[in-house]
């Protein structure tokens, strides 16, 4: 039988996810059986910077609650996006993207997927690593 859980973030329970920021964790299919979407939490330390990546076949949603964070997407993250507290963004299944936090503060974001397992699915995308300064 599945029941209802809740979940208090903490500093202590956090992992390294692929595209090299810390996660807290959250909501997952590790954490209390969801079968279809995961959530979690990320803050981005003032010049941090993810690693190019995708979510194969997974769509993300983000809510920006603090700071700004600058996302370069595309096939060859060719498109640039700034995204500031109060700010939603979607992110379709498959799309190359890369964000990074330009400072001076830290940036946080409640950050949403279609995979129940949130790191299955990362692809890292090292040859576009070099199409962003």
């Excluded at 209802?4 to 500093?11: F, G, I, N, T, V």
């Excluded at 909501?27 to 910077?49: D, F, K, S, V, Y």
């Excluded at 690693?51 to 964070?69: F, N, P, V």
């Excluded at 964000?99 to 090292?126: C, F, K, M, W, Y």
């Amino acid at each position: 039988m599945t029941q209802c859980q809740k979940l208090r973030p903490s500093a202590a329970a956090t992992y390294a996810g692929k595209q090299g920021f810390s996660y807290f964790e959250g909501i997952a299919r590790e954490t209390t059986g969801a079968q279809a979407i995961c959530m979690h939490l990320l803050t981005i330390p003032p010049g941090g910077r993810a690693k190019a990546h995708k979510h194969a076949t997974h769509e993300t949603a983000i809510y920006m609650l603090e700071g700004t964070t600058i996302m370069f997407w595309g096939q060859s993250l060719e498109n640039r996006m700034e995204i500031s507290a109060g700010e939603l963004l979607y992110i379709p299944a498959d799309m190359p993207h890369l964000p990074l936090n330009p400072g001076p503060g830290e940036a946080r974001a409640v950050i949403s997927r279609t995979d129940p397992h949130e790191q299955e699915s990362v692809i890292l995308l090292p040859e576009l690593e070099a199409l962003v300064p």
